[in-house]
């Protein structure tokens, strides 16, 4: 199994950057694409991006690809989420996720959460 644990997440103003982290646990963890999603209130659940198990290989969603980062670094066992020029609009729960191997649409692991709330 994979254990994903979420951390960073803060009350934050209008502008400000933040770094949110995913430390995994297992002996698969490295293995996976791990996944950002967050999801506000009464909102549907949003992809953010993802990275490869190397850290080489990037996606991020037309939605925050201005403005968030994700990385890896393996040695530590953790994936980042960079976040800049935060809006409140970016107010919600970001949760990582281990992505299935072969059916990247399908998460195979979720961490907990953590909320960022970013204020006017």
């Known amino acids: 199994q994979v254990q994903l644990v979420e951390s960073g997440g803060r009350l934050v103003h209008r502008g400000d950057s933040l770094r949110l982290s995913c430390a995994g646990s297992?002996?698969?963890?490295?293995?996976?694409?791990i996944g950002w999603f967050r999801q506000a209130p009464g909102k549907e659940r949003e992809f953010l991006g993802a990275v490869s198990w190397t850290g080489n290989s990037t996606y991020h969603a037309d939605l925050v690809k201005d403005r968030f980062t994700c990385s890896r670094d393996n040695a530590r066992n953790s994936v980042f989420l960079d976040m800049n020029s935060l809006e409140p609009e970016d107010t919600a729960v970001y949760y990582c996720?281990?992505?299935?191997?072969?059916?990247?649409?399908?998460?195979?692991?979720w961490g907990q959460g953590t909320q960022v709330t970013v204020s006017s």
């Open positions: 996720a281990a992505l299935n191997h072969q059916q990247l649409g399908v998460v195979d692991f």
């Open positions: 297992g002996p698969s963890f490295s293995t996976y694409i």
